[in-house]
């Protein structure tokens, strides 16, 4: 990949470009990039293949909405585009990208670029992250650091698009303002986004709250934007990136894909849109995957093996040959005519086939089946939740994709190793009163199993051992206890591909949320962060690990 070259003539000084972050012009041409946000906030952009396919698919549905008056497409699944994306399907009316096996959702937004930006000639801005990989840019900051490359200026402040960095492109790094830690950037020159036309003469400089901006771009005040994120975010510029050690920075196209998941793609006939939908941005949710670094206290360790073969281990056996027993034993049937209203997996009306009749068989149930979950009451054809769980793990329980509410013990894919516990009398940042707790994981390469990707195939681990850290207070105890029933439950780790090496085979981090660092929280991996024991205690119990497993 080229790095960017530094240019000559002019010094733009540490405040970079006098205007701030690049918006559409009044030209009609535009380019159109489709973004996720990921926990920490940042918009991060599909790549320009899987653009190309939601913008096409979604025009095509404006296009026929106004020609009909309805008919718009509700959901986009992201598995038509890419094969890694089938989990992953876009709501549209609620701008949410959404993982069919796990529930995790995070906020999507369209944004729209000029097509002589950097966007538009596919030119992607990226720095270096800890593991030696690239990791992209935001686009708007893209479109920001290419103009003012465009125009020799040799370093930038990326301030006015609210990080604490400045970039220089002489030197080709990017070094944070108030920790000085620098990190190597580059530019690549990729895919364009697809075009598309401008509804309407935009303005430039920053996005707003206003109509233009909020329908356009997906930007605007977001005041509720991190109530279900891993750190809790003022408006600080700080905590973007990770500042050293600790890593946890997600892909450029997909929001976690642990592995190549059998394609939940295959429905027949493309979603529909609710047309008296509104666009609203969602709350960002969901952990992500990162890979932590070693950097511990030596102290005493309390090992916590992984048990010998347990009900885990049972009901692997069992559901991975009885799939359809399990959704029947969640599910009821109903009998005589379904509600009008569609199933949220396959979009098609619950009074019509299943949308995975073509993809999905049951040898006991039929593609006109339609079940209740037993507990929320929520219906779906019983043909789309089969192919869901088959399209997992198969680990005995079921989740509802509306409520998210777990039926049976969720369990994972774990691999085996070990979980040391030890305490020390230091303190960690925002908990003066009390020690520290110290978590150490220990997992070793190894053989794949038939819960795996690849059974059969090596996979690595890297970074191990992992540290992580917890206050030794009541509510610390209270989340070890509940991360040992995880760790047992093989819940923790997964064998995927990293979300920041892009390596396959891997151990990484599974949607549970770990503190890696014991201060210095730029990151958002260590602390002061006065949320995070009630955030991972949610994060748990949306994988059925809530109290009520310490009373079993």
Same mark, same amino acid.
């Given at each position: 990949?080229?790095?960017?070259?530094?240019?000559?003539?002019?010094?733009?000084?540490?405040?970079?470009?006098?205007?701030?972050?690049?918006?559409? @012009?009044?030209?009609?041409? &535009?380019?159109?990039?489709?973004?996720?946000?990921?926990?920490?906030?940042?918009? #991060?952009?599909?790549?320009?293949?899987?653009?190309?396919?939601?913008?096409?698919?979604?025009?095509?549905?404006?296009?026929?909405?106004?020609?009909? $008056?309805?008919?718009?497409?509700?959901?986009?699944?992201?598995?038509?585009?890419?094969?890694?994306? &089938?989990?992953?399907?876009?709501?549209?009316?609620?701008?949410?990208?959404?993982?069919?096996?796990?529930?995790?959702?995070?906020?999507?937004?369209?944004?729209?670029?000029?097509?002589?930006?950097?966007?538009?000639?596919?030119?992607?801005?990226?720095?270096?992250?800890?593991?030696?990989?690239?990791?992209? /840019?935001?686009?708007?900051?893209?479109?920001?650091?290419?103009?003012?490359?465009?125009?020799?200026?040799?370093?930038?402040?990326?301030?006015?698009?609210?990080?604490?960095?400045?970039?220089?492109?002489?030197?080709?790094?990017?070094?944070?303002?108030?920790?000085?830690?620098?990190?190597?950037?580059?530019?690549?020159?990729?895919?364009?986004?697809?075009?598309?036309?401008?509804?309407?003469?935009?303005?430039?400089?920053?996005? !707003?709250?206003?109509?233009?901006?909020?329908?356009? @771009?997906?930007?605007?005040?977001?005041?509720?934007?991190?109530?279900? @994120?891993?750190?809790?975010?003022?408006?600080?510029?700080?905590?973007?990136?990770?500042?050293?050690?600790?890593?946890?920075? @997600?892909?450029?196209?997909?929001?976690?894909?642990? /592995?190549?998941?059998?394609?939940?793609?295959? &429905? #027949?006939?493309?979603?529909?849109?609710?047309?008296?939908?509104?666009?609203?941005l969602p709350q960002a949710g969901g952990p992500s995957t990162g890979l932590s670094a070693s950097n511990g206290v030596s102290a005493p360790n309390l090992p916590v093996k992984m048990p010998k073969p347990s009900k885990v281990n049972q009901a692997l056996a069992v559901t991975l040959t009885e799939p359809e027993a399990v959704v029947k034993r969640y599910l009821e049937e109903l009998k005589g005519t379904p509600a009008d209203e569609d199933c949220i997996i396959c979009m098609e009306k619950l009074s019509s086939p299943s949308g995975y009749s073509d993809t999905c068989e049951g040898s006991t149930i039929k593609p006109e089946t339609v079940g209740r979950l037993t507990n929320c009451q929520h219906s779906f054809h019983?043909?789309?939740?089969?192919?869901?769980?088959?399209?997992?793990?198969?680990?005995?329980?079921?989740?509802?994709?509306?409520?998210?509410?777990?039926?049976?013990?969720?369990?994972? =894919?774990?691999?085996?190793?070990?979980?040391?516990?030890?305490?020390?009398?230091?303190?960690?940042?925002?908990?003066?009163?009390?020690?520290?707790?110290?978590?150490? /994981? +220990?997992?070793?390469?190894?053989?794949?199993?038939?819960?795996?990707?690849?059974?059969?195939?090596?996979?690595?681990? #890297?970074?191990?051992?992992?540290? !992580?850290?917890?206050?030794?207070?009541?509510?610390?105890?209270?989340?070890?206890?509940?991360?040992?029933?995880?760790?047992?439950?093989?819940?923790?780790?997964?064998?995927? =591909?990293?979300?920041?090496?892009?390596?396959?085979?891997?151990?990484?981090?599974?949607?549970?949320?770990?503190? =890696?660092?014991?201060? =210095?929280?730029?990151? $958002? +991996?260590?602390?002061?962060?006065?949320? /995070?024991?009630?955030?991972?205690?949610?994060?748990?119990?949306?994988?059925?690990?809530?109290?009520? !497993?310490?009373?079993?």
């Open positions: 990949m080229a790095a960017a070259q530094g240019a000559g003539g002019s010094s733009a000084g540490p405040s970079g470009l006098p205007g701030s972050a690049p918006g559409l @012009s009044s030209n009609s041409t &535009a380019v159109a990039v489709w973004e996720w946000q990921d926990e920490f906030g940042r918009w #991060r952009p599909y790549q320009g293949n899987v653009c190309s396919y939601i913008e096409q698919v979604f025009q095509a549905s404006q296009q026929k909405g106004r020609r009909s $008056g309805s008919g718009h497409v509700s959901s986009i699944p992201l598995g038509r585009a890419d094969p890694v994306l &089938a989990p992953y399907v876009i709501d549209i009316p609620s701008l949410t990208q959404f993982r069919q096996d796990t529930g995790t959702m995070r906020a999507v937004r369209r944004h729209l670029f000029p097509g002589d930006s950097a966007a538009g000639q596919g030119i992607v801005w990226e720095w270096q992250n800890d593991e030696g990989g690239w990791s992209p /840019y935001e686009m708007n900051v893209c479109v920001f650091l290419e103009q003012a490359h465009a125009t020799n200026h040799q370093r930038v402040d990326l301030g006015p698009l609210g990080y604490n960095y400045e970039v220089d492109f002489v030197a080709q790094v990017q070094t944070n303002k108030t920790t000085r830690f620098r990190r190597s950037v580059q530019r690549r020159l990729g895919a364009p986004y697809p075009v598309t036309a401008s509804p309407a003469p935009l303005h430039t400089g920053v996005a !707003c709250s206003c109509q233009q901006c909020w329908l356009n @771009s997906g930007t605007g005040p977001i005041t509720t934007r991190y109530r279900h @994120s891993m750190i809790n975010f003022p408006n600080s510029s700080t905590t973007h990136q990770v500042s050293g050690r600790t890593a946890s920075v @997600s892909s450029s196209s997909v929001g976690f894909v642990p /592995y190549n998941k059998p394609t939940l793609s295959g &429905a #027949r006939s493309t979603p529909r849109l609710n047309a008296q939908s509104t666009w609203a019983m043909l789309c939740m089969l192919a869901m769980y088959s399209s997992g793990n198969k680990d005995g329980s079921l989740q509802c994709p509306s409520c998210k509410t777990i039926y049976g013990e969720k369990t994972g =894919t774990q691999p085996k190793g070990k979980m040391e516990v030890s305490t020390f009398p230091q303190s960690l940042p925002g908990h003066r009163d009390c020690g520290t707790i110290q978590i150490v /994981y +220990h997992i070793s390469r190894g053989i794949q199993g038939p819960e795996h990707p690849n059974p059969g195939m090596p996979y690595t681990a #890297r970074g191990f051992p992992r540290y !992580c850290y917890l206050p030794d207070n009541e509510k610390g105890r209270k989340v070890l206890e509940l991360l040992r029933v995880a760790w047992k439950r093989r819940l923790i780790f997964t064998v995927g =591909t990293s979300s920041t090496t892009g390596e396959s085979n891997t151990v990484v981090w599974n949607e549970i949320h770990h503190k =890696t660092e014991m201060d =210095t929280n730029l990151s $958002g +991996h260590g602390y002061p962060d006065p949320n /995070y024991l009630d955030n991972v205690l949610a994060e748990l119990a949306a994988q059925g690990v809530t109290e009520d !497993c310490l009373r079993q």
